[in-house]
């Protein structure tokens, strides 16, 4: 039986066409990309290519604005540190109580070793941002304001165009996690007061290890890495030429699709969530039904344990995510009751499914739902919030 991959929010697999773009670069067209002869030159043009690439798929004014990464986490990380370099007589951070750990670990280390002060915004039981407690947090004393896109759980989306513009009042930089949201909303940060961006190339079909962070057009900027001059003394480090080819035409590719991710692929996982809340009950989608990524569908099973559910369905050849042994800091945050959030499974789709794939899963998932509840100690009797109809 053919697996069935349906964990695209933790990373997708690399396009076919990323790939053939990617080969030259590690054997005919190896030169470093800041050598000044010909071998380095190719090189050089395609790292600026690739950079064009990522450009027009955010937005942004000009590709002097990217630059590239590791990935994700070194991006957030470095948007902060330098935010609080560029502004040392502020203090302070903002960012939300749902933020991937990649913000949330460092803001913590932050707190812990220079006594910054971080303000973590709560969330609603949709995972929808508390406003009012942000802008109260909103002071002269913040140097940065991180909050995400979109959630990598629940796919909520929040209100970072709006959000960018209130840190501005109080001349905050504002960054923003998108590596859930890239290539799969539209962007056009150049008419944004977004400040500074974060996207990974493995969560669009692009290599791992490769990421970049959009710095707007005459900030300051503090690298993280120091070292040679490259990405115009932002990031030092010898390009990943290969990497960086990948990235720029999985960017390429990812704006063409988009079209397709917010119809087809959302059309997939709304079917898959009404199937499972017409056969299961005890379960909902967790998240804002309506203000949400097109690809993922977090549905909580009340009164199972996510990880036995996890093992059934590898048995079965589907793999999807859960949490750990504790239900996941978001839905902690969001309020879920524990009998729900412990069950909690994350199906995130990409353009690689079909309706095939969700066939398969309405198939087996209510006999293992109905198998677990069987073996579980928990007890029917608390309050379990009511699914909605996702169409």
Known sequence: MRPIYLDNNATTRVDPEVVQAMLPFF??????????????????????????????????????????????????NAAILSALEVMPRRTEIVTSAVEHPAV????????????????????DRQGRL???????????????????WANNETGTIFPVVELAELAKEVGALFHTDAVQAVGKLPMDLKSTAIDMLSLSGHKLHGPKGIGALYVRRGERFHSLIKGGHQER???????????????GKAAELALNFMDDENTRVKALRDRLEKGLLQRIPN????????????????????????????????????????GSLEPSHVLRAMNI??????????????????????????????????????????????EVPKSFDPV
């Open 283 to 322: 379960a909902f989608v967790t998240g804002d039904p309506l203000e949400r990524l097109p690809n993922p569908a977090n549905i909580a099973f009340a009164y199972i344990e996510g990880e036995g559910m996890l093992l059934l369905l590898h048995r079965e050849g589907i793999a999807c995510s859960s």
């Open 104 to 123: 949330l670990t460092f803001c913590a280390h932050l707190e812990k070793t220079r006594g910054v002060k971080v303000h973590r915004i709560p969330v």
């Open 337 to 382: 009751p524990y009998t729900a959030a412990h069950g909690a499974i994350r199906f995130s789709f990409s353009r690689d499914n079909g309706e095939e794939d969700v066939d398969r899963v309405l198939e087996v998932i209510p006999g293992i739902v109905e198998k677990l509840r069987a073996l579980s100690p928990l007890r029917a009797g608390d």
């Open 27 to 76: 054997t005919d067209h190896f030169g470093n990309p800041s050598s000044m002869h010909g071998f380095g030159a190719s090189a050089g043009a395609a790292v600026k290519e690739a950079r064009r690439q990522v450009q027009a798929l955010i937005g942004a004014e000009c590709d002097h604005e990217i630059a590239f990464t590791s990935g994700g986490t070194e991006s957030d």
């Open 233 to 247: 003394g932002r990031r030092a480090g010898t390009e990943n030429t290969p990497g960086i080819v990948g990235f």
């Open 130 to 148: 508390d406003l009012d407690a942000y802008r109260a947090a909103l002071t002269p004393h913040v140097a940065i304001v991180s909050i995400m």
